[in-house]
């Protein structure tokens, strides 16, 4: 089978692959779709931890072909959506439930072979039925919702609360919707790129700004007032995070959900955080999410009407992962069989 090989930095390429037996436990996919983010772009250029050589991707959906004999309630012809993210059930993270810090998580397209490509192995937990009202297209979104669903818990909306988002990408989108659901009376989308701005208004933003427009940071405040109850930091980028800080209120909470390079640093005034009573906190990946973000998908909650999606086959990939780069369109996504 034909399969995106990535061998280390820089060093990517579409393989033919072959493909071992089904063990037990695991069923085969039939990968219909697999959506492309920041992370695969950041692993392409040897800036996000990952244990090559592996077939790239973690946001994918498809078929099942065939079932391991231990296999239960799944059966061949099911739609499923792949968490990639596998922990081990046994280290001192997992005991305590903390299954996304566990020590030895390993994620499919980032450690072990991906869905970039024809077929992909999956261990059965992994693998979520969709269930038939939920349309096939939305299958390669179900990762990055599960996601932001994590982040919406731990950014603590309350009803009426004031949200800014910084970064109208896909996440950023999402984020929004799910904090008007969370009751957000306003939400503040703040994005350079012209075609997401239009984007986030489309799908219900309360106002959009882009941030290098002269006189954004006063235009902020004034929507914000005293400052916002809630920050999410979308975009991972050393200025955000610091933006971030600087536009929540007293007591408010900052969130830093995008993928900061790692290694890059921002100063933080401790007096400030002290003064302002901040609480700073983390999102890292889907702990038990994937299950609620189907929820949400299926029930429309999260929608991405219009969103303009760019297709290619997997031959493809390396203008996918520059489109993705460049920002060019919203979302690429990967078909391995079109
Ligand atoms: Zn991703
Ligand atoms: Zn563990």
Redesign the pocket.
């Known amino acids: 089978m034909r399969a995106v090989r990535f061998e280390r930095a820089h060093d990517l390429h579409v393989v033919d692959a072959s493909l071992r037996t089904v063990r037990e436990g695991e069923v085969l996919v039939k990968v219909e779709a697999c959506g492309i983010c920041g992370t695969d772009v950041h692993i392409v250029e040897g800036v996000s931890r990952s244990t090559p050589p592996i077939v790239l991707g973690h946001e994918y959906a498809g078929v099942v072909e065939e079932c391991g004999s231990a296999v239960q309630g799944l059966a061949p012809g099911d739609y499923v959506a792949v968490d990639p993210n596998i922990?081990?059930?046994?280290?001192y993270?997992?005991r305590r439930g903390l299954?996304h810090l566990?020590?030895?998580?390993r994620a499919l397209g980032v450690d072990i072979d991906g869905g970039m490509a024809e077929f992909s192995l999956v261990p059965a937990a992994q693998a979520y039925r969709l269930p038939k009202e939920m349309p096939h297209e939305l299958a390669p979104f179900v990762e990055p919702v599960s996601c932001a669903v994590h982040g919406i818990d731990k950014a603590n909306i309350h009803a009426g609360d004031t949200v800014v988002i910084i970064g109208g990408g896909t996440i950023g989108l999402v984020m929004m919707q799910l904090a008007r659901n969370a009751g957000s009376s306003h939400i503040l989308v703040l994005e350079p790129i012209g075609h997401k701005r239009a984007m986030a208004r489309t799908l219900g933003a309360d106002a959009v700004l882009d941030p290098g427009m002269v006189g954004a940071e006063e235009a902020v405040h004034d929507f914000v007032g005293v400052g916002a109850d809630v920050v999410i930091d979308c975009a991972g980028k050393a200025e955000t995070a610091r933006s971030a800080i600087q536009f929540a209120r007293r007591g408010g909470t900052v969130e830093l959900f995008g993928v900061a390079p790692i290694g890059q640093t921002i100063p933080v005034e401790p007096n400030r955080v002290y003064f302002k009573e901040l609480t700073i906190v983390g999102s890292y990946v889907n702990p038990n999410t994937f299950d609620r973000a189907i929820a949400v998908l299926a029930s429309g909650r999260v929608r991405f009407d219009g969103f303009p999606i760019t297709r290619f086959p997997l031959e493809g990939i390396h203008d996918a992962l520059q489109a993705q780069a460049e920002g060019r369109t919203m979302k690429c996504i990967i078909q391995p069989h079109s």
């Open positions: 922990s081990c059930g046994t280290c993270y997992c299954v566990c020590a030895n998580l």
